[in-house]
């Protein structure tokens, strides 16, 4: 019988200190979400994957591909982001079976003003306490991790990164 892989108590100890690090950073950004800009985590990944959307918009199908969420979870989340005025539903013209999800003008202020505090959060979490060295090794460490997993229906973060910092050029020049 071939033997069962495990981890040494040092990887052990690596990989809780990065789950830690994961969610202490995770709940951080999101405690900052719902301070300063009001939304919680989840409305910021669908504002912020509309915003950059052409039109501003998406079909609820491609969304729930973009995101890698669940059908279900994505038609609560809408509900209750139209309810709030940051989303609105409508039909699709050309299938009477898809629906379109789009930014209202809340929708976007609302983005433009998270952005701005999340990407100072970030800044200041994360670019600020790692040097030049470990962010280069943490992005090809990232890329290699990623790349393992193959994930079949995410996109990478280049999308978010570019509309990140337009956005945060925006709400600069906004303010």
């Known amino acids: 019988m071939p033997e069962v892989p495990t981890l040494t108590p040092e990887e052990w100890a690596l990989w809780r200190s990065f789950r830690t690090m994961r969610r202490q950073l995770d ?8 301070r300063d800009a009001h939304v919680s ?32 979870r994505l038609s609560h989340q809408v509900t209750r982001m139209v309810a709030r005025g940051l989303v609105e539903r409508s039909e699709c013209d050309a299938d ?13 202020r609302a983005t433009l003003g998270a952005v701005r505090a999340h990407a100072q959060t970030i800044r200041r979490l994360f670019f600020d306490v790692l040097s030049e060295h470990e962010l280069v090794v943490l992005q ?36």
């Open 140 to 175: 090809d460490v990232s890329a290699r991790v990623i790349e393992a997993i193959d994930p079949p229906d995410c996109d990478t973060l280049d999308g978010e990164e570019s509309a990140v910092a337009g956005a945060a050029e925006n709400a600069s020049g906004a303010a």
């Open 41 to 72: 985590g989840p409305d910021y990944e669908i504002l912020i994957t509309l915003f950059e959307a052409p039109e501003k918009q998406l079909r609820a199908r491609e969304l729930t591909a973009r995101l890698g969420w669940e059908k279900s």
């Open 27 to 34: 709940l951080a950004l999101e405690h900052e979400l719902q």
């Open 96 to 108: 009477a079976r898809g629906t379109w999800i789009g930014l209202t003008t809340a929708g976007r």
